[in-house]
């Protein structure tokens, strides 16, 4: 960690840990770069989909954050860039608990690299995460709803349950380009 840079990381309890091929790892990446003006919402892995987000598993039922690259710029202003996973979702709202923050307050070039040990497991059980504590969230939000699509590395997809996902907040006004990969693997 540097001084130029104010981290929050919320790990997860322990768990077994199963072996995996780190070859097997599977990436995605959201950027161009991507250019935020407001408080805005994506999705890194889709859960659900297997088609666009390739998964290990046939069966999958959580996605497993191995490491994150996150890279922005700011012209203006401050933010927060939060990773977490959707635990519940439905027509008008959804809510979000987060592992990873990133806190950028002054106009310059952020890198940040995240890995860690075991990954995050984000397995999700009756709206609860199984393997992540974390009083960080957002309950209710009205950015996360199954009739608004979110952009994602593949279009476009609706937030549910156990989806990877980024909160570019804005703090204050300003513009921020960033872009980010994230290594994940799937589990059953």
Known sequence: MTGKHLFHSLFQIARP?????????????????????????????????????????KETEAIVVDWIDFEADIIGGTYNASFGVVTEVDGSNGSVKFFHTVKMQKATNHSVHFEPKAGVNLKIASGVPEYLVSNHEQSGHDLYQTDVYLTTPAGSALPAAGDLVLLMEEITAGTINFTTSVGYHTEP
Do not use: C, M
């Open 17 to 57: 840990v199963k072996e995996w091929n780190q070859d097997k790892s599977l990436i995605v990446a959201l950027g161009d770069p991507e250019a935020a003006a407001t408080t805005t919402a994506y999705i890194l892995v889709d859960l659900s989909d297997t088609t666009r987000f390739k998964h290990n598993s």
